[in-house]
């Protein structure tokens, strides 16, 4: 059984009580329970990753790249890489994922890739509102 509660308020916080001493009488006693309460962080927009990705085609197309490459190269050098390890086989190293970053995070990832392309690459890559303006 797993219960996820967001509380967005302090109204909210009397019927999370409610409902946690309902399931603690309810509980058994026996089976061991985990109650982790952290902060709710706000994962990724789709507009966050579809500015992204379409950075990611114009970096392609100016260097001559695959946009899977180009994000997967991008994930290494600005978000870090970890040891993927099989029991006692080495697995090899992977960038980590852009998935499950918060809004924050993306922002910082996105700022360090625009950086880079002007920089390294000699590439302006649209602002997010020059983005949404060819959008409309």
């Not at 507009?47 to 994000?71: S, V």
């Not at 190293?93 to 499950?100: A, C, E, F, H």
Request: with cysteine.
């Amino acid at each position: 059984m797993i219960q996820h509660y967001t509380i967005t308020g302090k109204q909210g916080v009397g019927r999370f009580m409610a409902d946690l001493a309902k399931l603690l009488n309810g509980w058994n006693g026996e089976t061991p329970l985990r109650i982790q309460i952290s902060e709710r962080k706000e994962k990724r927009s789709l507009d966050q990753n579809a500015l992204l990705w379409t950075w990611y085609q114009i970096i392609a197309d100016e260097t001559g790249h695959d946009k899977e490459d180009i994000h997967n190269y991008c994930k290494s050098m600005f978000l870090g890489t970890k040891l993927m390890q099989f029991g006692h086989t080495l697995g090899g190293i992977v960038p980590l994922s852009t998935k499950n970053q918060s809004k924050g995070v993306m922002a910082e990832y996105m700022n360090k890739i625009q950086a880079w392309a002007s920089i390294d690459l000699g590439i302006t890559l649209p602002s997010p509102d020059e983005a949404r303006l060819a959008s409309l």
